[in-house]
């Protein structure tokens, strides 16, 4: 069964850089697109950022120039850079594995900007 598991959530102040890190466990292929989500209290999940299987990437207007998404197809992991940090980017970040075979989530890892 695969699983994903994040890390590299915290509490950072504004204008600081955080990186997440997800990587899957156990066996899984073809991993056609990467991306991180996030939801802030009270509002829906919110696409961040997708890289697919060549490297093209897309990103949320709110975090272009700031957020770097890559991915690491031996490792099956995908990483977010994030730098400039605001209050706004305060949220539960979660990752997504996805094909048109399968649909995976990662459990969430809690980013909290101060001002």
């Known amino acids: 069964q695969v699983q994903l598991v994040e890390s590299g959530g915290g509490l950072v102040q504004a204008g600081g850089s955080l990186r997440l890190s997800c990587q899957a466990s156990g066996r899984i292929f073809s991993i056609r697109v990467m991306g991180w989500y996030r939801q802030a209290p009270g509002k829906q999940r919110e696409l961040v950022a997708t890289i697919s299987s060549v490297g093209t990437t897309n990103y949320v207007d709110s975090t272009k120039g700031r957020f770097t998404i890559s991915r690491d197809n031996f490792k099956n992991a995908v990483y977010l850079q994030m730098n400039s940090l605001k209050p706004e980017d305060t949220g539960v970040y979660y990752c997504?594995?996805?094909?048109?075979?399968?649909?995976?989530w990662g459990q969430g890892t809690q980013v909290t900007v101060s001002s």
């Open positions: 997504n594995f996805w094909s048109p075979a399968y649909d995976y």
